[in-house]
């Protein structure tokens, strides 16, 4: 042997590793969002796709910069934009996520769990509604006046 301890380490192990960059509780989301939108995205459509905040947002982005999955460039119009694109290493990652997605999806049906009817839209499991898929969680507010009582 080399002169290592055949210890178990869970820090060093790549299951570890996948989960930190990979399965955060986001990050399938976000990077699966840069798939749909065909893989460029800008922050603000991050907002109107995912139920997340601007912090958690801005957090995941920042992490899967530096974990290589995705590029940032800030666009100098008016007003400025930021877009996020997917690498290679983020595409690489899209085959997988799918085939996790996949797998949960059948084991739920086996089960007979409810699943989320946009998901099963972007992942074909149902038909597509384009602009529901692109905003999801923007809804119109309809204000009515108050009736008062005399």
């Known amino acids: 042997m080399d002169g290592q301890e055949l210890v178990f380490d869970v ?3 790549p299951y570890n590793h996948m989960m930190r960059i990979l399965f955060c509780r986001w990050k399938p989301f976000i990077l699966m969002a840069m ?33 290589g999955l995705i590029y940032r460039t800030v666009v100098s119009d008016t007003p400025p934009r930021t877009e996020y ?13 799918r085939a996790v997605y996949d797998a949960g999806w059948k084991d739920m ?26 905003k999801p969680y923007v809804t119109k507010k309809r204000f009515e006046p108050r009736l008062q009582n005399k």
């Not at 939108?37 to 109107?48: L, Q, V």
């Not at 049906?109 to 898929?133: I, Q």
């Open 85 to 97: 694109r997917l690498t290679e290493a983020g595409l690489s990652m899209v085959p997988l996520l």
């Open 35 to 67: 798939v749909f939108d065909e893989g460029k995205t800008n922050f603000s459509d991050f907002i109107k796709q995912l139920p997340i905040s601007h912090k958690v947002l801005t957090e995941n982005l920042r992490s899967m910069e530096a974990d």
């Open 109 to 134: 049906k086996a089960k007979d769990m409810p699943t989320d009817p946009l998901g099963e839209m972007w992942h074909g499991y149902r038909e597509r509604d384009e602009a529901r898929m692109k």
């Open 11 to 13: 820090k060093k192990d």
